[in-house]
């Protein structure tokens, strides 16, 4: 089974767009999966939402989509840089007045966790745990640079076992480790790659007889069309500099 997975779109339209018409020319992906953050940082959360409804993908709740559907004081985002800290408060006061009541219904019903059993759920086989940050919360980061242990008593809380995957995003930098025969796939960022490569990602996840194997991918995307819609949306400037520069090489 082939799996195409999408995360932290961030209301990124065109790198959407992009993202959909790559996995649309595979017809080898079997099902598509969202890993939650459709919204924020961009101007187009009503219009990612519903593309996402109209090409029938399913999701999993990010911080962002959490906070907004719940009206929370913060995205739940977090900075080492108190610029980025106080942009990232700036697009979340942004996107919870913008959105329609209809997206933030769509956003509130997004489940916390998804589990895939690409064999059936009749038999025995593989699982694929689907989550935006971590299988105890959507805030916490989970880098590469995480240890053995933490990667195990995460891979505890979802109940899995060797041969399974936990999949993630919310770092927007993509990563694959195999710890104890598990495989933790970090699916990057759609629409605000921080890894310095400005082209939206995503991952082709292979779960069957074989162990598990993720493909990166990256597409260009129209960046100047999506950089305009936020300097004309009201949204701080210094966003679409930092779609530009894929969060530059050196932020975190
Ligand atoms: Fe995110």
Same mark, same amino acid.
């Given at each position: 089974?082939?799996?195409?997975?999408? =995360?932290?779109?961030? #209301?990124?339209?065109?790198?959407?767009?992009?993202?959909?018409?790559?996995?649309?020319?595979?017809?080898?992906?079997?099902?598509?999966?969202?890993?939650?953050?459709?919204?924020?940082?961009?101007?187009?959360?009503?219009?990612?939402?519903?593309?996402?409804?109209?090409?029938?993908? %399913?999701?999993?709740?990010?911080?962002?989509?959490?906070?907004? #559907?719940?009206?929370?004081?913060?995205?739940?985002?977090?900075?080492?840089?108190?610029?980025?800290?106080?942009? =990232?408060?700036?697009?979340?006061?942004?996107?919870?007045?913008?959105?329609?009541?209809?997206?933030?219904?769509?956003?509130?019903?997004?489940?916390?966790?998804? @589990?895939?059993? %690409?064999?059936?759920? +009749?038999?025995?086989?593989? $699982?694929?745990?689907?989550? +935006?940050?971590?299988?105890?919360?959507?805030?916490?980061?989970?880098?590469?640079?995480?240890?053995?242990?933490?990667?195990?008593?995460?891979?505890?809380?979802?109940?899995?076992?060797?041969?399974?995957?936990?999949?993630?995003?919310?770092?927007?930098?993509?990563? +694959?480790?195999?710890?104890?025969?598990?495989?933790?796939?970090?699916?990057? =960022?759609?629409?605000?790659?921080? @890894?310095?490569?400005?082209?939206?990602?995503?991952?082709?996840?292979?779960?069957?007889?074989?162990?598990?194997?993720?493909?990166?991918?990256?597409?260009?995307?129209?960046?100047? $069309?999506?950089? $305009?819609?936020?300097?004309?949306?009201?949204?701080? @400037?210094?966003?679409?500099?930092?779609?530009?520069?894929?969060?530059?090489?050196? =932020?975190?």
């Amino acid at each position: 089974m082939i799996y195409a997975l999408i =995360s932290d779109i961030h #209301a990124n339209l065109p790198a959407l767009e992009a993202v959909l018409a790559d996995i649309a020319r595979r017809p080898n992906v079997g099902a598509t999966y969202h890993l939650g953050d459709l919204v924020g940082y961009a101007p187009w959360p009503d219009e990612t939402v519903a593309l996402l409804e109209r090409a029938g993908i %399913p999701g999993v709740a990010g911080n962002y989509d959490s906070t907004v #559907a719940t009206d929370y004081k913060h995205c739940g985002c977090k900075y080492e840089d108190p610029v980025q800290e106080q942009l =990232s408060h700036l697009s979340y006061d942004w996107t919870r007045t913008h959105v329609s009541p209809a997206t933030r219904r769509a956003l509130a019903a997004l489940p916390f966790r998804i @589990d895939l059993l %690409p064999n059936g759920g +009749h038999q025995a086989g593989p $699982r694929v745990v689907l989550v +935006h940050g971590t299988p105890t919360l959507n805030t916490l980061y989970w880098t590469e640079d995480r240890s053995d242990d933490f990667c195990l008593k995460m891979a505890g809380h979802a109940g899995a076992k060797p041969g399974d995957v936990i999949a993630f995003g919310h770092t927007h930098k993509p990563w +694959h480790r195999e710890v104890g025969g598990i495989h933790f796939v970090n699916t990057g =960022s759609v629409g605000r790659p921080k @890894d310095g490569d400005w082209r939206a990602g995503w991952v082709l996840l292979e779960v069957g007889a074989h162990p598990p194997r993720a493909e990166f991918l990256r597409v260009g995307y129209d960046l100047e $069309r999506a950089a $305009r819609g936020i300097e004309e949306s009201g949204l701080p @400037d210094a966003l679409a500099d930092y779609l530009r520069t894929g969060g530059g090489p050196t =932020s975190a």
